[in-house]
């Protein structure tokens, strides 16, 4: 077993021999955090005393959802046979939205630890960052966490492994985050399997940019992996994709705290300040380089992350609109991929259209919305880019719905696809294929991984993905079925624009661009949901779904017929003015459709799918 | 057991839905009353032309029933405080209630009404209720005309009891029958004999009383048959009057949580429609005509004045634990527990627990609020601006009547009586 390092190596000055860089994939939940907090005091870079669980996940949400958003880099010293490495342990994001912003991380290393739950085997997620991973010519160490745990089975996932990644059974480590069991003998493979960086320390500096983190105090931090040469302090360095130049203000690694040092050589990775103020300055997988003495060949990878999911965020209350639009800027600092555009509407009032790389990524940002900066927010159904052509050869992108272009003939609309692997045990494969068919999915094959689970792979529409299907797909498997996506092209495809009419009224909040099949089962899910969420008023209010002026379901809410309290007396009166008065209170939480009162929270509910809320009694 | 539900004044009322204590219902929140119990002279401000009523509540029953959130106590003694102490309190308070109206100047006027409810008033012996009377009688002096009513329930009056109520000077009977259907009265878990009914009411026509019957309709597992023959059984007794109400499900009360456990079925609102609908023709076919939501009398004479005068706005003087009074614009309510109560009237302090002064916008909103539920309706010229300009649209929705307008007032249709409360809140543009 090895002992801690008795002192660390250099930084700046690093042999690129004892360097191991390295990243764990890992599924939400399967320990990765645990382990890296095991790792840092294995080390000896953060002290029991200090240790804080989960010590790398910075944001609450963070750390109460168990996932991990933005990555970060630390830097550890680690003996073996007598020689000092240094071993810098890259975080990566863990899910499917954020797969560009991992592609990076892991081209930032020469290895991956492989991490699977001893109970539960690989899920898509994993299975999709492992492609990556071997994609980009990684050392992968599989290893079985959680092996304390009483319903483990390392033996019968060790096989799944073995047979995934090639080698055997026994290759696979077992350790326990929790307890620290084999995190020592984990440390020591790393250093001997996973290969040195190799770079050339003469040449023009090159660095990866692997992550970028806005910091209130310090403004952007940028985590970077040097390819060739090297950076010191006070230099002017330029990003290469948009030339833009900066004052490097500090230079360093992260042990875990930020640490200056002298600068950054051949293989190592550590974090740059240059006083910018905005991550759009600063572009995961852009290329650093000397102002000075620049290189003229970036590194291969870039791409702008495109928004592939579109949802309206408004306020719930409307006096919020400029919170959330402060809101909306501070976050931007912070999230590159976030972006956004006032819109209006009829039913919600005024909010922002906001591009998303993915369902996650919404939830991520609305929460944060709601955490940090107190607002009460609606989100849209969420919605995926169309390319709508009309017959007189204009083209659109649509990303609300309510855009769809009405009155001129449409001669083509076509939708994002994606490939879509389901993992699951093999009892579900009909239920899955099932869903998928009605998701218009297209089955591109069929895996066994080990004796009984099953990777299936299904061409899809992202705008079925995003409706609901991960839902389902985890009800109808008991949620043992894990997905992954990645975006695969574009077709073209027989879609509509459905409205949601409430007297006549469309509500353009639940207007949805759907395929002509499925046009009608939107329609009456929607109006019957409605149905259920809207009060009855003094009047019948019907409840329509059209697709243009062809009404294809209908519903209606019946005319209120009691309204009133029975008894008045003297000891009343009070009671009753006030409550008159929070009935006026309450009224202007209400929305108007034409003549009909709907309840903010009903169009909540309706968006939500949350049916079961309404009280009859609630006026 | 409460005596009946109706004719309730001052002290009734459940606050528990805004203010989740528990039983008893709890008071409104408002300004802290002054121990002197004083009045502003803001009060005399058109003191003669309103009449003056006076409400005395007796806090006791036999038992609670299951739907019942009233301020009232089963108890024979409680904290300390015995049910045969309480007249000798209330008189206390009549007293003071005589020195703090002179102390605003104004004249005493003759007491135009008394209604004394509960509770179950005829608990107490018929010796302390004409006591009280008295007491009202020495402090104020009767109008010639006075009404003077108390409540009862079918199983605590006798022939002879309801005899000395008349020659005490009570003329008027209000008799908690609620249903004439067995089951529906299991529900409510009312305990008097249905068959006791014709028989009271007949003990109190032969007293002189007039006669109102209480019912109360849309009781979960009530069909529209049996609400039928409870109007048919009341109609048969001959009554001067009737008040019909609605269930209401008051929360804190067991019969909210027996529902709230799914023991029994919430009563429906569109059901509750129907069975005012169906009183409604019913009581017309009788000769009966509707003169508050919930009302309905003979004629103009067998209507109940002291209820009315809660609608139209006259003064009357609250007595007893949680009741409420309400003089020249200025509202308060009495402390809710009989033992406080005591503990104030005995210390010669107010028993008053909070009190309120109304501005003219809220006096306007109660005018809106309280004549738009009674035939004679409200008058346009209380209405504001957008008030007015609402009317159009309330006559074409058949809520109110479109002739009356004309002349100048806002009288309910049935289907406006039904939705009375949507309609003032479009009166007052809310």
């Known amino acids: 077993m090895s002992p801690r390092a008795l002192k660390s190596l250099e930084p700046a000055s690093t042999d690129p021999a004892k360097i191991r860089n390295f990243c764990i994939i890992a599924h939400i939940d399967h320990g990765k955090s645990t382990l890296a907090d095991r790792m840092l005091g294995i080390t000896g870079v953060v002290s029991d005393r200090d240790m804080r669980a989960q010590y790398l996940d910075r944001m609450d949400i963070e750390r109460e959802r168990g996932i991990t958003i933005k990555s970060q880099a630390v830097r550890m010293p680690w003996a073996l046979n007598g020689d000092t490495f240094a071993l810098n342990m890259i975080d990566t994001p863990g899910h499917v939205d954020f797969t560009y912003e991992v592609s990076r991380s892991l081209a930032a290393c020469e290895g991956a630890i492989l991490l699977v739950d001893a109970a539960q085997g690989i899920e898509a997620q994993t299975l999709a960052n492992l492609y990556l991973a071997l994609d980009n010519d990684l050392t992968i160490i599989p290893v079985l966490n959680k092996i304390d745990l009483p319903a483990a089975d390392p033996d019968k996932y060790a096989k799944e492994l073995a047979s995934l990644i090639g080698g055997t059974p026994d290759d696979v480590l077992r350790v326990s985050g929790k307890t620290g069991m084999g995190v020592t003998e984990l440390l020591d493979r790393v250093v001997e399997l996973i290969p040195a960086p190799q770079g050339d320390p003469n040449g023009p500096a090159r660095a990866m940019i692997f992550d970028s983190v806005y910091d209130t105090y310090r403004g952007v931090v940028t985590y970077v992996r040097m390819i060739d040469g090297k950076l010191s302090p006070r230099e002017r360095i330029q990003m290469m994709s948009t030339k833009a130049v900066h004052e490097l203000l500090e230079i360093g690694v992260s042990s875990p705290e930020p640490t200056p040092t002298k600068g950054l050589g051949v293989g190592e990775v550590g974090y740059l300040i240059t006083g910018v103020k905005d991550v759009r300055q600063s572009k995961v997988g852009d290329t650093v380089t000397n102002a000075a003495k620049p290189s003229t060949d970036a590194l291969p990878g870039y791409t702008d992350p495109k928004p592939m999911v579109f949802s309206g965020l408004y306020p719930i209350d409307g006096s919020d609109y400029p919170i959330l639009r402060e809101a909306l800027d501070k976050l931007k600092l912070s999230d590159a991929s976030l972006n956004y555009e006032p819109e209006t509407s009829v039913a919600l009032g005024f909010g922002f259209r906001c591009g998303f790389l993915g369902l996650l990524h919404l939830e991520i940002v609305t929460e944060r919305l709601e955490r940090e900066f107190g607002l009460d927010l609606i989100a849209t159904a969420p919605s995926v880019p169309y390319e709508v052509t009309t017959e007189d050869k204009k083209h659109f992108t649509v990303t609300n719905p309510s855009e769809f272009p009405t009155g001129t003939k449409i001669a083509s609309v076509s939708e994002p696809m994606v490939k879509a692997a389901i993992l699951a045990p093999k009892d579900y494969v009909g239920t899955i294929m099932e869903l998928c068919q009605s998701k218009r999915g297209s089955l591109l094959g069929m895996e066994y991984l080990g004796e009984d689970r099953v990777e299936i792979r299904y061409a899809m529409p992202l705008g079925e993905i995003v409706f609901d299907f991960f839902d389902q797909l985890k009800s109808k498997t008991a949620g043992y079925a894990s997905l992954d996506y990645e975006p695969s092209g574009e077709q073209d495809a027989d879609l509509v624009k459905v409205d949601i009419l409430l007297q006549g009224e469309a509500v353009d909040a639940f207007s949805a661009i759907v395929h002509r099949d499925k046009a009608y089962a939107y329609g009456l899910l929607m109006t019957e949901r409605l149905k259920k969420l809207i009060p009855r008023q003094q009047f019948e209010v019907p409840i329509q779904a059209a697709i243009g002026a062809r009404i294809i379901a209908r519903e209606s809410i019946s005319a209120m017929r009691k309204d009133v309290l029975a008894k008045c007396y003297g000891g009343d009166i009070t009671r009753k003015r006030k409550l008159l008065e929070k009935q006026k209170e309450g009224k202007k939480r209400m929305k108007m459709v034409g003549r009909v009162e709907v309840p903010q929270e009903a169009f909540i509910a309706a968006l939500s799918g949350d049916v079961e809320g309404k009280d009859p009694k609630k006026k | ?430």
């Open chain 2, 1 to 430: 057991m409460r005596a009946t539900r109706s004719p309730r004044n001052p002290a009734l009322a459940g606050w528990s839905r805004e203010n989740e204590s528990t039983m008893p219902s709890a008071l409104p929140r408002a300004d802290p009353a002054p121990a002197d119990g004083l009045l502003p002279s803001s009060v005399t401000r058109g003191w003669a032309e309103r009449d003056f009523g006076v409400y005395v509540h007796v806090p006791f029953c036999r038992v609670r029933c299951g739907y019942c959130d009233f301020n009232t106590y089963t108890a024979d003694e409680v904290r300390g405080v015995k049910q045969s102490d309480y007249a000798g309190q209330a008189v206390a308070e009549i007293q003071r209630a005589v020195e703090i109206l002179d102390a605003t100047g104004a004249p005493r006027r003759p007491v135009s009404t008394v209604f004394f409810g509960g509770g179950t008033p005829t608990l107490l012996p018929v010796t302390q209720l004409a006591q009280l009377l008295g007491s009202i009688r020495d402090a104020w002096g009767l109008a010639s005309d006075a009404e003077i009513t108390t409540e009862a329930n079918p199983d605590s009056v006798t022939a002879e009891s309801l005899a000395q109520l008349a020659a005490a000077g009570f003329t008027r009977v209000s008799f908690g029958m609620q249903s004439a259907v067995p089951h529906v009265l299991a529900t409510l878990e009312r305990t008097h004999d249905p068959e006791r009914v014709p028989l009271v009411v007949e003990w109190a026509r032969a007293a002189g009383l007039q006669v109102s019957l209480d019912l109360i309709y849309g009781t979960p597992g009530e069909s529209l048959d049996d609400w039928r023959s409870s109007l048919e059984l009341a109609l048969e007794q001959h009554p001067d009057h009737v008040s019909a109400y609605a269930l209401i499900v008051e929360s804190g009360t067991k019969l909210a949580r027996q529902i709230a456990r799914g023991e029994i079925a919430s009563p429906d609102d569109d059901v509750q429609a129907e069975m005012y609908e169906l009183a409604d023709t019913v009581l017309a076919e009788r000769g009966f005509s509707w003169y508050e939501l919930s009302n309905w009398a003979r004629d103009a004479g067998t209507r109940s004045r002291h209820n009315l005068s809660y609608w139209t706005g006259q003064d009357w003087w609250g007595v007893g634990p949680g009741a409420h009074s309400h003089v020249g614009g200025v509202r308060w309510w009495n402390v809710k527990h009989p033992a406080a109560y005591a503990e104030r009237i005995a210390a010669g302090v107010s028993p008053a627990a909070g009190r309120e002064t109304l501005d003219e916008e809220t006096r306007r909103t109660e005018t809106v609020l309280l004549t738009s539920r009674v035939a004679d309706g409200l008058s346009i010229s209380e209405l504001d601006l957008p008030g007015r300009g609402a009317i159009a649209g309330l006559i074409a929705d058949g809520l109110i009547d479109g002739g009356a307008a004309i002349r100048g007032r806002v009288v309910l249709t049935l289907r406006g009586r039904l939705l009375a409360d949507a309609v003032v809140r479009r009166l007052l543009g809310s």
